[in-house]
Nanobody
């Protein structure tokens, strides 16, 4: 089993920055990739950015390219999402997800991930 705990969300003005963290514990040695998703009420979970553990390769949603950066700290089993130039449209609950099945490139499909955190709220005021 794997446990994921997100942190770093909050309220920020448009144009500001936040850094999300996702700490992984448990059987993390079987990780093939980790990804950030976000969700607003009434909408499907949306891919934001992901990273494979080998390579590594990264992938970003078009809506966040150039503004968000995904990174990791292997020693601490932690995934990060640096979010700059935030917009009101970035308001959502952000989730990190982990995949333990082999994958070569980042998949943006939420159904392809095996473990999820509880989410952290990001609210951007305009």
């Amino acid at each position: 089993q794997v446990q994921l705990v997100e942190s770093g969300g909050g309220l920020v003005q448009a144009g500001g920055s936040l850094r999300l963290s996702c700490a992984a514990s448990g059987r993390t040695f079987s990780t093939y990739g980790m990804t950030w998703f976000r969700q607003v009420p009434g909408k499907e979970r949306e891919f934001v950015a992901g990273m494979t553990w080998s390579g590594p390769s990264t992938r970003y949603a078009d809506s966040v390219k150039g503004r968000f950066t995904i990174s990791r700290d292997n020693a601490k089993n932690t995934l990060f999402l640096q979010m700059n130039s935030l917009k009101s449209s970035d308001t959502a609950v952000y989730y990190c997800a982990l995949r333990v099945r082999p994958v070569v490139v980042v998949t943006p499909l939420w159904r392809e991930y095996d473990y999820w955190g509880q989410g952290t709220q990001v609210t951007v005021s305009s």
